[in-house]
């Protein structure tokens, strides 16, 4: 095969790359947020605390990440991709051991601060820079299936997690969920994981460069600098656009508890959290293929699609399929927080300082999910539900208005 045809090769080893970075989403990613929610409810009883007061821990995790995001932006370009991965996911599947064992809830706390030290480059900076540098062409796709994988992953984790809470206790469904990380998903991203395409004597998937020692760079050929992109009233509007896109992100926590207190089981708040982990997944997809189209269009189907997830779920009541159906169509926009903060980043600012920008706009995302986190809990506890599904709506519109914006800006 003539080696300027990479693009054509179905056994490009950029593949390979995104099947890892699917793995981190599905399984790390997977546990660690899209499992949160059916963990509030017995754990907060067992420890004899309010459900704001046990949900600190994730508002510790994402403000942790945001402190940490700067310099991890920084590393990721200096030093190896794959051992930092690798180590920050050493560092989770440990962490989720330890919270099988935690007795108070000031433990969870600090369980928190160490998974947000892994997230940071787990979530916000794993396959976004890896994607961006094994990839020039098909880049929305790959970003949506990797995004999407952490939904699979809750399809999955959450009825095992479940069952496993309701069988044998929430303490062996942490345990179980670390040790799988640590034995089993771990070696396989130190195995095959590898930085950039010239480690494997490749270019780019989809590049048209005639060199290969032009491998590394040769997806970093438009776009703005760093310095003048954080320059623009447009990068504040984007990093806007990802906290409330985070924020609203968080009410996926307080969907198995909502549909507990209308009257439903466990496993029915399980099967919930499974259907809004459906729409990250489909949605996820779909936004990918979208993006390569268009990024308005992206997200116009975000926002719009999970505004009607979370007032269906507001006015499902008693009736289980309706609340499955919104939660489903919320996963949407669930999925718009990683595809389509990413992809309009990326339209925006190009590829030329993606990584260091992806970071800084990511420290909004961890803002939002530290403030969002932690007082929706709040709000429910003086409140209801239905007043944070509200909020919920409320922020997708401002979204809406800041992506139209910012893409009208750049054009």
Not at 134 to 143: D, E, H, I, R
Not at 159 to 187: C, D, K, M, Q
Not at 232 to 260: C, D, E, K, R
Not at 399 to 406: D, E, K, N, S, Y
Request: charged share 10%; glycine share 12%; hydrophobic share 55%.
């Amino acid at each position: 095969m003539n080696n300027d045809s990479i693009r054509s090769s179905a056994m490009h080893y950029g593949f390979v790359i995104v099947a890892c970075c699917c793995l981190m989403m599905g399984v790390n990613i997977g546990i660690t947020f899209s499992c949160a929610g059916i963990f509030y409810k017995p754990v907060s009883q067992s420890l004899g605390v309010t459900v704001g007061e046990f949900g600190i821990y994730m508002s510790l995790m994402y403000i942790a990440s945001s402190l940490l995001l700067p310099f991890a932006g920084k590393w990721i370009e200096k030093y190896s991709a794959r051992k930092l991965l690798t180590g920050s996911s050493i560092l989770m599947g440990l962490t989720l051991i330890g919270m099988g064992l935690c007795s108070a809830v000031w433990e969870f706390w600090i369980a928190g601060i160490l998974l947000g030290f892994s997230v940071a480059f787990l979530l916000y900076l794993g396959f976004p820079t890896l994607v961006n540098r094994w990839f020039v062409a098909k880049v929305g796709l790959m970003m949506g299936l990797c995004s999407a994988a952490s939904g699979i992953g809750g399809m999955i984790f959450n009825p095992i997690g479940g069952a496993v809470i309701n069988s044998f206790g929430w303490r062996w469904a942490y345990t179980g969920f670390g040790l799988f990380i640590l034995l089993i998903e771990t070696p396989v991203l130190y195995l095959l994981l590898r930085d950039y395409p010239a480690d494997k004597g490749l270019l780019p998937y989809g590049s048209t460069t005639t060199k290969k020692d032009d491998g590394v760079k040769a997806a970093d050929v438009s776009g703005m600098e760093y310095s003048e992109a954080i320059k623009t009233p447009v990068f504040y509007a984007i990093m806007l656009f990802a906290f409330l896109m985070m924020a609203m992100s968080t009410l996926n926590l307080f969907i198995p508890g909502y549909v507990q207190s209308v009257g439903f089981s466990l496993e029915n708040a399980a099967y919930a959290a499974s259907a809004a982990m459906g729409g990250v997944t489909i949605g996820k997809l779909v936004l990918g293929h979208i993006n390569d189209r268009g990024c308005l269009a992206g997200v116009m189907v975000t926002t719009i699609a999970g505004a009607a997830g979370l007032l269906s779920l507001i006015v499902g009541g008693h009736s289980l399929l309706l609340l499955l159906l919104g939660a489903f169509m919320f996963g949407w926009a669930y999925a718009g927080v990683t595809v389509q903060t990413a992809m309009l980043t990326r339209t925006v600012f190009g590829n030329r300082a993606y990584a260091r920008i992806n970071a800084i706009v990511s420290i909004a995302l961890a803002a939002g999910g530290a403030i969002a986190s932690g007082g929706w809990g709040f709000i429910v506890d003086r409140t209801s539900f239905h007043t944070i599904f509200y909020i919920g709506v409320a922020m997708l519109a401002v979204c809406l208005a800041i992506g139209f914006v910012a893409l009208k800006r750049k054009s």
